[in-house]
């Protein structure tokens, strides 16, 4: 993701005591496996690697005594928001600012939004390259003409889910982006 754990070039922790983590909300089944199995056979070398999700943290590197702190700060804010539909359809792209095609959210935006400010306070306080927008990637830093056919074959794609948790992913430099921790939304619901 240009603004999400799975998108760009990881360079290996610098340090043996340092890691690289992103935050997301992760696509359930039947619709993670195939957009993630539709991304690799695009010929996305990276999309094993991947699991489809909409990006609340892009990638961060951190030293490793710190992921406790970290920890209990993304579970607070996961007490702070309810959970939430979330409804994508059809397909758009950031293309020509960055060679992305997309899955686009067009309900649960602000639940989104709200949720990634929450995540991007405290320990994981970021400034982002690119304006905040919630997305699933579908194909990445791939040739126009795949881009184009992932743009037109999932156009009419469409899945709608209650988002009830998100996720910590550390990236392994060896199998990618490792799920290690859900934080279930509590917050209260609206009265």
Not at 28 to 49: F, S
Not at 92 to 116: D, K, N, W, Y
């Amino acid at each position: 993701m240009s603004d999400g754990p799975t998108e760009q070039a990881l360079e290996p922790a610098l340090e043996p005591d340092q890691v690289t983590i992103g935050v997301a909300i992760a696509v359930p089944e039947p619709w993670g496996a195939r957009l993630q199995d539709y991304r690799a056979d695009l010929g996305d070398e990276t999309a094993v690697g991947i699991p489809t999700h909409v990006t609340l943290m892009p990638p961060f590197l951190l030293d490793r005594a710190t992921l406790p702190a970290v920890e209990e700060h993304l579970a607070d804010a996961a007490t702070a928001h309810r959970r939430f539909r979330l409804h994508l359809r059809g397909t758009g792209t950031f293309r020509p600012v960055s060679p992305v095609v997309f899955v686009t959210v067009v309900e649960g935006i602000s639940g989104c939004e709200q949720l990634a400010f929450s995540v991007r306070r405290g320990p994981l306080r970021t400034r982002l390259t690119y304006p905040y927008h919630p997305h699933v990637t579908v194909a990445h830093h791939l040739c126009d003409t795949l881009l184009d056919r992932a743009f037109d074959e999932l156009a009419g794609f469409e899945a709608t889910f209650l988002v009830e948790r998100f996720w910590l992913y550390v990236h392994d430099e060896s199998t990618g982006w490792v799920p290690t921790r859900d934080f279930v939304l509590a917050g209260a619901a609206a009265g």
